[in-house]
């Protein structure tokens, strides 16, 4: 039996895994539970992990293909050498950002939805980490389904939305991209609102994210009631777990039925994660 021991870090979801050295090859026996866990919690925290770049990499490709990261705003790679990694950090060499999001807060969302295959998995290494702020949240919207009242449920049955490319998470518009104000105009993915999960044939919420959704062949005011009701629920704090971040803490989360924000944090701190996400497929209504 592996030697691994997984708590739970919220009712909701994540867990924490203790026990496994991620900067060797993971043995088989330990893999299988690091997999079991992370179907049963969607959420793996693993703490005191201190990976190199190469390691975060070998790391990842256990749970499948790298998909390397969507155009930042800057067009050209963060990193150099591991242009599979992204950067996530409000830092600034000269005037460059050494990475993506700034240190504002992260509305909801779920990574790249606005593309036909999301990935199915997020990796964040916590490299520098604010003494305050700059918390992350996930949400298991498999539970957010389960518990929508029946009329949203009924509301949302067989129905798709766009899910918008022209924004990131924290409000830049990203390369390429012109300002959208009308959602039924957004350019991105049509998606199920209720998709299957590919693993565990679960139903799951699939909202993506807020800014610019609309859900196809309603009203442009009648689909935002709908979606505002639907994330006023999602939202609820009995559905998430909170991290606190520490140094050298690895991350990996479902990014097919989960939503995940972060605080803001002090501008003048400094926070450094590197970023990891695996292919995923595309996304299965749930009938
Ligand atoms: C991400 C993301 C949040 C954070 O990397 O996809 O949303 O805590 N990051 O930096
Ligand atoms: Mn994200």
Request: include cysteine; charged fraction near 25%.
């Amino acid at each position: 039996m592996a030697k691994l021991v997984i708590t739970k870090l919220a009712d909701a979801l994540g867990a924490e895994v203790s026990g496994a050295d991620l900067s060797k090859p993971i043995p088989k026996d330990e893999l299988e539970q690091i997999f079991a866990a992370w179907k049963a919690h969607l959420v793996l925290r693993f703490r005191g992990t201190e990976l190199s770049d190469p390691q975060l990499l070998a790391v990842s490709r256990y749970f499948g293909e790298i998909d390397p990261p969507g155009p930042n705003s800057y067009g050209k790679p963060f990193l150099e050498d591991f242009p599979d990694i992204n950067v996530i950090s409000n830092i600034k060499s000269g005037d460059q950002h050494i990475g993506g999001l700034g240190d504002g807060e992260a509305v909801w969302h779920a990574d790249m939805t606005y593309i036909d295959t999301p990935p199915k998995a997020s990796f964040l290494h916590a490299l520098e980490i604010p003494e305050f702020g700059g918390n992350t949240s996930w949400g298991n919207m498999c539970l957010a389904y389960d518990t929508l009242p029946s009329h949203l449920k009924q509301e949302i049955k067989g129905r798709k939305a766009i899910h918008d490319g022209t924004y990131n998470s924290a409000g830049m518009i990203r390369k390429g991209m012109k300002d959208v104000t009308d959602p039924r105009e957004a350019p991105g993915a049509h998606h199920p609102l209720v998709a299957k999960h590919p693993e565990s044939g679960l139903p799951t919420l699939f909202l993506g994210r807020r800014r610019n959704s609309y859900i196809l062949g309603m009203d442009l005011e009648a689909s935002n009631q709908l979606l505002d009701a639907l994330w006023e629920h999602a939202g609820s704090p009995e559905f998430t777990f909170t991290q606190v971040w520490q140094l050298h803490d690895l991350i990996l989360w479902d990014n097919r039925c989960t939503l995940h924000r972060r605080d803001s944090f002090d501008p003048k701190a400094r926070r450094l994660m590197h970023r990891t996400q695996i292919k995923g497929s595309s996304v299965i209504p749930f009938e």
